[in-house]
């Protein structure tokens, strides 16, 4: 789409990957209530949000702190005055590391998640 449609590009930005995410989501969710009850399909999707969460926190969380050696820095930009007093950094004069904040960033943070969880479930076996 970037090369073809490079206008629709700029203005679609972030809501394209988010569509999909979604799709994703809510097709898994959809199977699975198809053949469960009301009840479990449920539940089922309670667990897979806060799953989700969890995970898209740690994610965050740890590109934080490879990328620039802090935690909730800049967070007055989304709760205000609160904000300013969350800011913990972790390292003192931690020049960063710019791989981690970007988007290939995020799917090798996700690759070393999916890995760690892949090892403990083979060590329980």
């Known amino acids: 789409m970037q090369s073809y449609f490079y206008d629709l590009y700029l203005i679609l930005g972030i809501f394209v990957p988010l569509i999909v995410t979604n799709c994703a989501i809510l097709g ?3 199977a699975y209530a198809s053949k469960n009850t009301w009840g479990k399909s449920a539940l089922d999707g309670l667990m897979m949000g806060i799953g989700f ?3 898209l926190i740690i ?3 740890m590109r934080e702190l490879i990328g620039s ?3 909730f820095d ?3 930009l989304l709760l205000g005055d609160i904000g300013e007093t969350l800011s913990v950094t972790i390292f003192d ?3 960063g590391t710019l791989l981690a904040i970007l988007p290939p960033g995020a799917f ?3 690759g070393l998640i999916v890995a760690i969880k892949n090892y ?3 060590r329980k076996i």
């Open 28 to 30: 898994r969710a959809e």
């Open 53 to 55: 969460s969890i995970i």
């Open 59 to 61: 994610l965050g969380a």
């Open 69 to 71: 050696g802090t935690l």
């Open 74 to 76: 800049q967070s007055a």
């Open 93 to 95: 004069d931690y020049q």
């Open 108 to 110: 090798i943070g996700l």
């Open 120 to 122: 403990f479930d083979l």
